[in-house]
């Protein structure tokens, strides 16, 4: 029965427009990031080095594939939970736009059936959203620019070789998709709580946002509470290219951004269950 109402609920996300922008979005994007890199890349290699320059001298294929998505998946990353927003902040709240809980609730379904099959279905399209810009900055920038070794300058300089990169990617697109989970949760929450979808977007957003100012600031009650910000953790992947991967970190925020699912999701349901449709 479940896996039924998950079919019926993935043809509705993608009988929409709406489902596809993101992946129009990422599709146009990923070349243009590509495009500029591949035509001023040297000049932002030298840009980001430039002290380091005057020290060291680098050679071989420093603009590559690597580090082309590197810098697409920083770049991206920011925009994704808007247009992951945008399906699963519809999912409930659609329902009450369009005035079909009713029928939705008729069948002989539990809600909370209906409820995990949603939650369900927009955890499937959150992946195959990372899963295309995973093919597309890290397949498509490796086919264009090659490979090589990775210099990330941050609060310290690490070179990665060239052979020691790939699985990297690979478990940080791994931990993408997680921490887009959690935002996927959390507008799916929202969703529950209104009956319009522009609601949860703005909701969802608008709690990244501020919680991303928040966590920039250092005054110490901030810094006391900034473990427990959902912020906190969406950009754990990075932690895949610290030498050698701070695996407590790892296993820290990654549990974090699995007990928000379990809370948000947990939250929707007892919400749906009592939601009243008769008035």
């Not at 500029?36 to 002290?51: C, V």
């Not at 009450?96 to 609730?105: D, M, N, W």
């Not at 300089?157 to 959390?186: E, H, K, P």
Request: contains cysteine; glycine residues 6%.
């Amino acid at each position: 029965m479940i896996g039924t109402l998950i079919r019926i609920e993935l043809s509705k996300i993608f009988s929409k427009w709406r489902s596809f922008i993101g992946f129009i979005a990422v599709t146009v994007l990923v070349p243009i990031i590509q495009v500029a890199m591949y035509s001023e890349g040297d000049e932002y290699f030298n840009l980001f080095t430039q002290t380091l320059q005057q020290q060291f001298d680098f050679a071989g294929n420093m603009t590559n594939g690597f580090l082309i998505a590197f810098v697409t998946l920083q770049s991206l990353y920011v925009h994704i939970p808007l247009l992951i927003s945008l399906v699963t902040g519809d999912l409930l709240a659609g329902e009450a736009t369009a005035g079909t809980y009713r029928l939705l609730l008729v069948r002989p379904i539990s809600r909370l059936q209906v409820v995990t099959s949603k939650f369900i279905a927009g955890l499937v399209y959150t992946n195959l959203l990372i899963l295309w810009m995973a093919i597309l900055s890290l397949g498509l920038s490796i086919l264009v620019f090659g490979r090589g070794e990775l210099l990330i300058v941050g609060e310290k300089i690490t070179i990665l070789a060239s052979g020691d990169i790939f699985w990297r990617f690979l478990y940080s697109y791994y931990y993408a998709a997680l921490s887009m989970t959690a935002v996927a949760s959390l507008a799916f929450l929202f969703s529950a709580l209104v009956e319009n979808a522009i609601g949860p977007i703005a909701s969802t957003m608008a709690i990244i946002i501020v919680f991303t100012i928040i966590s920039t600031l250092n005054a110490p009650f901030i810094m006391a509470i900034k473990p427990f910000l959902i912020t906190t953790h969406l950009t754990g992947w990075k932690f895949f290219f610290e030498q050698p991967v701070a695996i407590d970190k790892v296993i820290t925020s990654a549990g974090a951004l699995v007990a928000y699912c379990l809370v948000f999701f947990t939250a929707a349901a007892v919400i749906f269950r009592r939601k009243d449709i008769l008035s």
